[in-house]
Nanobody, 123 residues
Framework: QVQLVESGGGSVQAGDSLRLSCAAS????????TGWFRQVPGKEREFVAA????????YYADFVQGRFAISRDNAKNAVGLQMWSLKPEDTAVYYC????????????????WGQGTQVTVAS
């Protein structure tokens, strides 16, 4: 099993920045990729960004448009999501996920999920 704990969410104003962190513990040797997803009440969860642990290759959803950056710290088994120029439509619960497929945008490729952290962006 792999346990994921997100942190760093909060309430900010439009245009502000925020950094989310995801700390992994347990059988992390089985993890080849970590992703961030987000969900708004009443809507399906959507892909935000992912990173492949083997070489650090990052993948982003189209709506990110250069505003977010995913990074990893192999030594700490942690993944971060730096978000700039936040918009009200970025308001959501952000989930960290880990799985055996590196860099996937598909939920089905992730076996482990964190509890989520709320990000609220006021206009």
């Amino acid at each position: 099993q792999v346990q994921l704990v997100e942190s760093g969410g909060g309430s900010v104003q439009a245009g502000d920045s925020l950094r989310l962190s995801c700390a992994a513990s347990g059988r992390t040797f089985s993890v080849h990729g970590t992703g961030w997803f987000r969900q708004v009440p009443g809507k399906e969860r959507e892909f935000v960004a992912a990173i492949r642990w083997s070489d650090g290759t990052a993948y982003y959803a189209d709506f990110v448009q250069g505003r977010f950056a995913i990074s990893r710290d192999n030594a700490k088994n942690a993944v971060g999501l730096q978000m700039w120029s936040l918009k009200p439509e970025d308001t959501a619960v952000y989930y960290c996920a880990a799985g055996g497929v590196g860099g996937s945008s598909w939920e089905k490729d992730y076996d482990y999920w964190g509890q989520g952290t709320q990000v609220t962006v006021a206009s």
